[in-house]
Structures are given as structure tokens and as C-alpha cells.
């Protein structure tokens, strides 16, 4: 059973950080690209941060850049967003989803691209 966990959400300062992980068991998490996105309240789900299967290509929503960083260990079939400088708007259920995308260097930035998704972690940044 394909399974994606995500851990890590909770309660922040505007300013503060956290760091949001997700485990992938079932599959073969070398095979995937790995993405994060994210629905706020009364909010379509957005792209956050993706990276490759070979973790050489990494992309990032403009709202993100310079303040979050995407990362994988192929070893621990996980994903990580380290988010830094959160702000209020940063606010919303996360999810982890993952890709058979068939090349090394793809990072997709649509949701269509994954098929397999995590239940979500809530990230609440309060100002």
C-alpha cells in the first residue's frame, strides 16, 4: 500500500521557521519527483516547491523563493520543506505528492503531474 505521511506542521510566529517532512513507503521513492503544494482556506491548492528524482533540479513558486528550501534523502524515501521567514499568508494545509515522471531532472510545478498525495499537515503562521 502506497502510503505519503507528512509531519512536522504546527503553530508559528510570523518571522519563525519550521521544517514540514513526508515519508513515502510503497514505492520506489528514487522513481519519484517529489512536490509540495498547498490550499489555505476558501483557496485553490497551489504548487509550493518540487524537486527532481535526481535532486539536481529544484523549482519554487515566486512566493516561496529565497525563504523555503525543498530537499530529499533518497535513503530515507523523504521529502523535506525547511520554510524560513514564514509569514501569515504561508498559512494553509500542506501536502506532499510524488511523480512518476520518468527522467532524472523533471521537477514538475503542475498538480497533475503527481499521482500519489499525502493527507496534509496544517502550517498556521500567526502575526
Known amino acids: 500500500q502506497v502510503q505519503l505521511v507528512e509531519s512536522g506542521g504546527g503553530l508559528v510566529q510570523a518571522g519563525g521557521s519550521l521544517r514540514v517532512s513526508c515519508v513515502v513507503s510503497?514505492?520506489?521513492?528514487?522513481?519519484?519527483?517529489m512536490g509540495w503544494f498547498r490550499q489555505a482556506p476558501g483557496k485553490e491548492r497551489e504548487f509550493v516547491a518540487a524537486?527532481?528524482?535526481?535532486?539536481?533540479?529544484?523549482n519554487y513558486a515566486d512566493s516561496v523563493k529565497g525563504r523555503f528550501a525543498i530537499s530529499r534523502d533518497n535513503t530515507k524515501n523523504t521529502v523535506y520543506l525547511q520554510m524560513n521567514s514564514l509569514k501569515p499568508e504561508d498559512t494553509a494545509v500542506y501536502y506532499c505528492?510524488?511523480?512518476?515522471?520518468?527522467?532524472?531532472?523533471?521537477?514538475?510545478?503542475?498538480?497533475?503531474?503527481?499521482?500519489?498525495w499525502g493527507q496534509g499537515t496544517q502550517v498556521t503562521v500567526s502575526s
Open positions: 505528492a510524488a511523480g512518476r515522471v520518468g527522467t532524472l531532472y523533471l521537477a514538475p510545478k503542475v498538480a497533475r503531474e503527481y499521482e500519489q
Open positions: 510503497g514505492r520506489t521513492f528514487s522513481s519519484d519527483a
Open positions: 524537486v527532481s528524482r535526481s535532486g539536481l533540479n529544484i
